[in-house]
């Protein structure tokens, strides 16, 4: 049974943008910290974002000023918005829910120079 259902990602140009959405049910949204992470090929998994119950707000410090994380209540869905992408951005990024341990499936971002 899928509960984290990812969508967005795929290839862009450096300077662009994308928006990477992850639905949940209610009580999986509204009862956890959600967040972002990627990893890229050889690499190790890193945190990208995270956002609390109470919205507040954590990136990593490669992204901060660039991507932005924010609930959309309505489509209980958790968003990344990603501006001004470059190289170091590509990788698979994947959805959680933190306190039930919950993972998605993944979507891969690939940014060109």
């Known amino acids: 049974q899928v509960q984290l259902v990812e969508s967005g990602g795929g290839l862009v140009q450096a300077g662009g943008s994308l928006r990477l959405s992850c639905t949940a049910s209610?009580?999986?949204?509204?009862?956890?910290?959600m967040g972002w992470y990627r990893q890229a090929p050889g690499k190790e998994r890193e945190l990208v974002a995270t956002?609390?119950?109470?919205?507040?707000?954590n990136y990593a410090d490669s992204v901060k000023g660039r991507f932005t994380i924010f609930r959309d209540y309505a489509k209980r869905m958790v968003v990344l918005q990603m501006n001004s992408l470059k190289p170091e951005d590509t990788g698979a990024y994947s959805c959680t829910a933190q306190r039930s341990k919950l993972w998605g499936q993944g979507t891969q971002v690939t940014v060109s120079s």
């Open positions: 209610a009580d999986i949204f509204n009862t956890n910290t």
């Open positions: 956002i609390t119950v109470a919205d507040r707000t």
